[in-house]
């Protein structure tokens, strides 16, 4: 599935006109969305899910939910991931949250984090709320 945004389209005041449409491309989207996993993997992360959303919502095509089991963990399994991602020249669009609060959120996109201490994940209960989304990858 590819979906495009035409060149010139309608912008929201203040952002410039876009000179060239931008083009998701489900491959990329998806490999991204396996790089996440391994990097997550990479600083110990638990319990990593991957699950595709695209046919439940807009707002992302794959979320990644991992755990961590202390704050300095989950600021270095997102710190881990933003850092490896930017080095393929991605840049996070968002995040929220933080290490202190037990739970991090980074948007790639096309790409949702979730890293969570485990009581905030039990009480979320992301693969609840999800659970019509094909689970692509679990590492336990």
């Known amino acids: 599935m590819t979906d495009a945004v035409p060149a010139g389209a309608p912008r929201r005041p ?3 006109p876009r000179d060239v449409p931008i083009v998701i491309d489900d491959q990329l989207a ?3 969305a396996r790089r996440v996993v391994e990097l997550a ?3 110990k ?3 990593i899910v991957l699950l595709d959303v695209r046919a439940l919502t807009s707002l992302a095509d794959y979320f990644v939910i991992c755990s961590g089991g202390s704050e ?3 600021g270095a399994i997102a710190d881990g991931i933003a850092e490896g991602l930017k080095e393929d020249g991605v840049l996070p669009l968002g995040r929220e949250g933080g290490a202190g609060a037990h739970w991090v959120l980074l948007d790639f996109g096309a790409v949702v984090v979730h890293v969570f201490a485990p009581p905030e994940r039990d009480y979320y209960q992301l693969e ?3 659970a019509d989304a094909p689970v692509l990858l679990r590492v336990q």
């Open 72 to 74: 300095r963990q989950l």
């Open 41 to 43: 993997e990479d600083k």
């Open 30 to 32: 998806l490999a991204q």
């Open 45 to 47: 992360a638990s319990d």
């Open 14 to 16: 203040g952002l410039p």
């Open 128 to 130: 609840k709320l999800w």
